[in-house]
């Protein structure tokens, strides 16, 4: 009776041991797979074809390792062998498919395969299962509008690059690329991919301005939203890259009509009592203002001929003092007319051998017009004059302050002065 006790025990314990054994041979095996499937199935790993397709024999049901075999299949297709390693690709990319029939990736996979037999009518229709899938995806409305632009087929391409750049604005100018060479240059397709969006629609502006399209480009930048403009830095590098181009004239406009300036004054110097804050990037035709090792450039919110502020020169007292480009303005005229500018500037403790002129001058040639010098010591408000005609050859001028040393050496310059009022009128 003890005897049969033990080998009942004895064989409970084998079959428990052999139970476990089977088990751990099981999980053994099913770890081992997935890891051999996501060593295969990695896109990173650089597996060749023979090794992938062996996987794929050994692991059928591993969509990951068929999506890879069919990626390997199109990288690797030779000239001689372009069909044959095309149906193997789409072979691969339809069994991927059917075991993973709810993954996007696997029908983009698939497309690609389709195309690359020639069969766009069927990349189409796996990238429109693709999309219902993953309909915000920015990739799939990105490979759907390209292929349909091969399918001739511009008009519903344009509603997937729209798509594109409403899900990813940084896709704009590859898109507007895209629609601008298929339809040959079509504004009016340019500005349907750009949507009503003010920051894509001020993209546009910046590429039409790129494809030589000014009008086109002034038009579209005027047409958003004030605002808008006013708040997007993207407005002031538009500004410049149609200064850059020559259209200075249409920049000044626009400009005109962004910050406000229209109507603000008669005179042709914009803020030339520095009251109003030069805005961040719309200084264009605006005070453009910088201090250097000679000289500390500022706005006085304590000292002014009329109003509030003045600009503040400070001079470090450094030898052969120089101002060229510290204090300028960019501004319009008309070409061959009369001019007075008028200005007010004010001196304290100011050593120098010569004083700092108020220049007018044309940024297109070497014609220029200059003040007196500003006195040397401590002087309240006078006035300083210029009176010039304006070339005939350009409407820009620029309106600087500046010293220019007439020797490679001289004394150096300290003291303060302060500039306020500056005014520019047509001379009756």
């Not at 990173?44 to 075999?69: C, D, K, V, W």
């Not at 042709?268 to 090792?293: H, I, M, P, T």
């Not at 303005?329 to 004083?355: A, F």
Request: charged residues 20%.
């Amino acid at each position: 009776m003890v005897l049969k006790i033990n080998l009942d025990s004895l064989a409970s314990r084998v079959a428990v041991i052999l139970l476990a054994v089977t088990v751990c041979g099981l999980l053994s095996y099913v770890v081992f797979s997935q890891f051999i499937i996501g060593v295969m199935g990695n896109p990173l790993r650089g597996m060749n074809r023979e090794m992938i397709a062996t996987a794929a024999e050994y692991f059928p049901h591993s969509a990951r390792i068929q999506a890879r075999l069919a990626d390997r299949e199109m990288a690797e297709i030779e000239g001689t062998d372009y069909e044959s390693g095309v149906a193997r690709a789409e072979a691969a990319a339809t069994r991927a498919v059917n075991l993973s029939p709810w993954d996007y990736g696997m029908r983009l996979l698939l497309a690609s395969a389709k195309e690359m037999k020639g069969d766009r009518a069927g990349a189409e229709q796996s990238l429109l299962e693709a999309l219902r899938l993953a309909p915000n995806y920015t990739e799939v409305h990105w490979r759907l509008a390209n292929l349909l632009v091969r399918e001739d087929k511009l008009d519903e391409a344009v509603g997937e690059f729209r798509a594109t750049v409403a899900s990813d604005s940084t896709m704009l100018p590859v898109a507007l690329d895209a629609v601008w060479a298929a339809s040959g240059g079509e504004v009016g397709v340019a500005e349907a991919v750009a949507g009503s969006d003010p920051a894509t629609r001020l993209g546009l502006a910046q590429f039409l301005l790129k494809q030589s399209q000014a009008p086109e480009a002034t038009r579209v930048f005027s047409s958003i939203d004030h605002k808008a403009r006013l708040a997007s830095p993207e407005s002031g590098a538009f500004l410049d890259a149609l200064i850059a181009a020559g259209q200075v004239e249409l920049a000044h406009s626009l400009w005109a009509d962004l910050v406000g300036s229209g109507n603000a004054n008669q005179s042709l110097v914009w803020n030339g009592s520095f009251e109003s804050e030069v805005l961040k990037g719309l200084a264009q035709f605006d005070w453009v203002l910088g201090s250097s090792d000679y000289a500390r450039v500022m706005i006085d919110p304590g000292v002014a001929h009329t109003g509030a502020r003045s600009l503040r020169i400070d001079f470090a007292g450094r030898d052969t003092t120089r101002l060229d480009g510290e204090v300028k303005q960019l501004m319009m005229v008309r070409p061959g007319t009369s001019y007075r500018l008028e200005c007010y500037v004010k001196t304290e403790g100011l050593v120098t051998p010569e004083g700092p002129r108020v220049v007018v001058t044309s940024p297109a040639s070497s014609w220029s017009a200059a003040s007196d010098p500003v006195a040397a010591g401590s002087n309240d408000w006078r006035q300083l004059t210029v009176d010039f005609t304006a070339p005939a050859t350009s409407p820009i001028l620029l309106v600087a302050v500046k010293r220019i040393p007439k020797f490679s050496y001289d004394d150096p310059t300290r003291g303060t002065l302060w500039l306020d009022d500056f005014v520019i009128k047509e001379k009756l």
